[in-house]
């Protein structure tokens, strides 16, 4: 997983195994999945990971059907200032954006704006004629060939755009002197230099993780008209009410900014200095990034994944059409793509539109706990959330804690929550 603090053709899936937002007559709703003892448990165990010098705080909220049926949090949100962790903690949900601007762009897919099999092309003229690596020759030159299809918005929202990470050196190099990520570029300078480099691998082929969110970011931003911290604000954040979800932390909230903490090879926490920890959000940024940079608080994150368990609305607010939702919390990736860089660590899963989709039930009792038909993504700082769209269950779970989850603090909670194992 990309940690830029130290610096996914349907397929018929899981319909036939599950039917999505299912109905039920009151005589075959299953037994609330939390009860007391289940609250006992995940006190327990999450205690056990500040008490143990494992993190430093960790909070964790769950709905249920609706309803608020847990929240805790211990240690601390700041360590050193004797801070507790609490709900109202504003923490660094990195990857955990990139849902959201899922949401944003698919906001617009709900209006015709677009079709997921456009070309990239058609809104960002810098993507046409992309040309694929295809080795060096004997000078240390590259070997390009045309790309044997456009990068299509599909893509974007699966990771199979192509765009190149660090696998191969020559493009690695590249990347790096483009430098497409740095905070002082705009979307549309980021895009322009993310386009100006060859592509890893033909569009369609593999899975893997990349700028291809920060891409959607900028989509957005052609297709609206508005700058992309805008268009969410306007169209997610305010309707939701989510008012304690920024880029840049208001001066005001920063006293509730949760420090990030590195775990050594040894296990030893060390705080990460601030100002690399925290600049991203706490200075004016050009770059607006789809993948990473927003902070937020458990209940703002939570009115998010309620949003989206109740099949795009909350209350009488409605972000996305029930389909909508439906087809984002559909695995989009075909049996043909079979490089999919580190995705099986997460579990039996596919991948739909910017959520990773479970579609078969943990091969063995060291996989992540969960249920078909579940959607979920995490952040470089080890919080994460699900949607349990069977249950209506929905979790969000936060700490500060890199490099990504090394504790195995997400497989403890799910295993909490659900239960242990069961062939």
Do not use: C
Not at 138 to 158: S, V
Not at 350 to 355: A, V
Not at 392 to 419: I, N, W
């Amino acid at each position: 997983m990309r940690k830029p603090i130290l610096a996914i053709l349907p397929v018929l899936l899981i319909a036939s195994a599950f039917t999505w937002f299912p109905t039920h007559s009151n005589k075959d709703l299953p037994a609330p999945i939390i009860n007391e003892a289940v609250k006992n448990r995940i006190d327990a165990t999450l205690k056990s990971f500040p008490d143990s010098g494992k993190v430093a705080g960790v909070s964790a909220l769950i709905f249920e059907k609706g309803k608020e049926v847990y929240y805790n949090a211990f240690g601390y949100a700041d360590r050193e200032a004797k801070l507790p962790m609490d709900r109202n903690t504003i923490v660094r949900i990195f990857s955990m954006t990139k849902p959201v601007t899922g949401v944003a762009l698919m906001s617009l897919y709900d209006k015709g704006a677009f079709k997921l099999d456009d070309p990239l092309s058609k809104y960002a003229p810098e993507f046409a004629n992309m040309k694929v690596y295809k080795g060096v020759d004997a000078d240390g030159n590259l070997i390009l060939e045309p790309a044997k299809r456009p990068i299509t918005i599909r893509d974007l929202t699966r990771h199979t755009a192509g765009f190149a990470g660090n696998d191969i050196p020559a493009l690695a190099a590249l990347a790096k002197k483009a430098d497409a990520m740095n905070p002082a570029n705009t979307l549309t300078e980021m895009a322009a230099r993310l386009a100006s480099l060859p592509l890893e691998f033909h569009p369609g082929d593999q899975w893997s993780y990349g700028p291809s969110v920060d891409v959607q970011a900028y989509v957005v931003e052609r297709i609206s008209g508005k700058p992309f911290d805008q268009y969410l604000q306007e169209t997610i954040f305010d309707p939701l009410k989510m008012v304690n979800t920024h880029y840049l932390v208001p001066e005001q909230d920063r006293k509730r900014f949760a420090a990030l903490y590195n775990r050594t090879d040894a296990g030893v926490l060390n705080r990460v200095p601030d100002e690399q920890a925290s600049f991203f959000n706490t200075k004016p940024q050009a770059l607006k990034p789809g993948g990473w940079g927003l902070a937020t608080t458990l209940d703002d994150y939570m009115k998010f994944a309620q949003m989206l368990v109740h099949k795009g609305s909350l209350g009488k607010t409605r972000i996305l059409k029930p389909a909508t939702v439906e087809l984002m919390a559909t695995n989009q990736l075909s049996d043909t793509v079979s490089k999919r860089m580190w995705l099986p660590s997460k579990g039996r899963v596919g991948f739909g539109i910017d959520f990773a989709v479970r579609t078969q039930p943990p091969a063995n009792a060291a996989e992540n706990n969960g249920i078909v038909g579940e959607f979920f993504w995490d952040g470089a700082a080890s919080t994460m959330f699900w949607i349990d769209p069977i249950n209506e269950l929905t979790a969000v779970l936060f700490t500060q804690l890199v490099p990504f989850d090394r504790v195995k603090l997400h497989k403890s909670f799910r295993d909490a929550v659900y239960g242990a194992y069961v062939p």
